[in-house]
């Protein structure tokens, strides 16, 4: 039986900053299945994921020591490999953001509670980067239009737009996906 050595997370951190091999490898290990699943909520393909999630941790040890210990570690390793994402879809320009006006309807929002998390996830996967990436800005990630405006180099109209466009489409595909579903029973 293995006998795991338990560290306090501020502790693991200290060691880490000062290239502590073991040290990052145990925070490498606690965060990245999380950190992953981040990745893969950008980027479909779990390959490009995992380098992704590789990238964004060798960013997280390169600036380990500008870690203030102000907030949670894992919030601000999240914010890297967001950001890491971001870059990444960036670079290869699959982000299309069109600055299209939009107008709010009404209607009712779908109820997941019987959806699995794959199929949730096949949902988000099918949207158009652009939308798929606001989308998880907003509903995932928590951040205002405000904050997508300018993590995106997008006006907020465009953020809300965007969001507006990536609902009613999860909309329509969950609404296409349950009517197969039923269809086959």
């Known amino acids: 039986m ?3 050595k338990l560290q306090s997370e501020k502790s693991l951190i200290k060691k880490a900053i000062d290239n502590n091999r073991e ?4 925070l490498f290990d606690q965060h990245s299945p999380k950190m992953l699943g981040v990745c893969r909520q950008y980027v479909k393909d779990l390959h490009h994921a995992e380098d992704l999630l590789l990238q964004g941790f060798f960013k997280v040890f390169k600036n380990l020591d500008k870690f203030n210990f102000d907030g949670s570690f894992e919030g601000w390793i999240r914010r890297i490999m967001v950001n890491t994402c971001i870059s990444y879809l960036r670079k290869k320009k699959v982000i299309n953001l069109s600055d299209d006006d939009y ?3 009404n209607e009712a929002t779908v109820n997941l509670e019987n ?3 794959e199929d949730i996830q096949k949902l988000i996967d099918s949207l ?3 939308y798929k ?3 998880n800005l907003f509903a995932i990630e928590g951040y205002k239009h405000s904050e997508i ?3 995106l180099s997008i006006s907020e109209s465009t953020s809300k737009s965007q969001l507006f466009k990536a609902r009613k489409l999860l909309q ?3 609404n296409k996906m349950n009517t197969i579903i039923h269809e086959n029973k």
Do not use: H
């Open 149 to 151: 405006a300018k993590k």
């Open 2 to 4: 293995k006998i795991i």
């Open 103 to 105: 107008v709010f309807d």
């Open 133 to 135: 990436m606001v989308f």
């Open 128 to 130: 158009p980067e652009g």
């Open 115 to 117: 959806t699995s998390v």
């Open 172 to 174: 329509q595909n969950y």
């Open 23 to 26: 040290a990052q490898k145990q």
